[in-house]
């Protein structure tokens, strides 16, 4: 397992209130897959479903990534809040494992996700989930440099 190499503050389950907040605060996510060494990257919307700790996001399975997803379900990403002030600086970079959802994992989530994005009912979606693994929060309000880690 990758150990960063710098001083952090490493947590343990539930999910610290830090990183809960700021998913809470987003509604998009860059997410990274890989296939053949090749990275690749596209950015979702999604919803974060604390019972699970997993982002349910939608991609069409006509995408590169969701391609790429099927073949190995091992993905990273982030979420990030764009701001030119040094102490303003957050973001969260996470690890997981992804999953096309089915059946009455699909209905769950579909309604979670409908919540959030009523619009989406006038597409059809396909709906996934990340389940996550590993999550590092950058906050630099907390002071300069400071990372929360949750495995």
Not at 47 to 57: K, R
Not at 68 to 82: D, P
Request: charged letters at 15%; one cysteine or more.
């Amino acid at each position: 397992m990758f150990t960063p190499i710098y001083t952090n503050i490493i947590m343990q389950q539930p999910i610290p209130q830090k990183i809960y907040e700021f998913i809470h605060e987003h509604h998009v996510l860059t997410l990274a897959t890989v296939n053949n060494s090749i990275p690749w990257c596209c950015n979702c919307f999604y919803v974060y479903n604390s019972a699970n700790n997993s982002f349910i996001f939608s991609s069409d399975l006509t995408t590169r990534h969701a391609s790429e997803m099927l073949q190995n379900t091992v993905v990273a990403g982030s979420i990030v809040l764009e701001t030119e002030v040094i102490g303003k600086i957050q973001g969260l970079q996470f690890s997981g494992q992804v999953a096309l959802l089915e059946k009455s994992k699909l209905t769950h989530a579909k309604k979670l996700y409908l919540q959030r994005f009523p619009y989406a009912i006038l597409k059809k979606t396909t709906l996934w989930e990340c389940v996550i693994t590993y999550a590092k929060l950058t906050d630099n309000r907390l002071g300069f440099g400071t990372k929360l880690i949750w495995e």
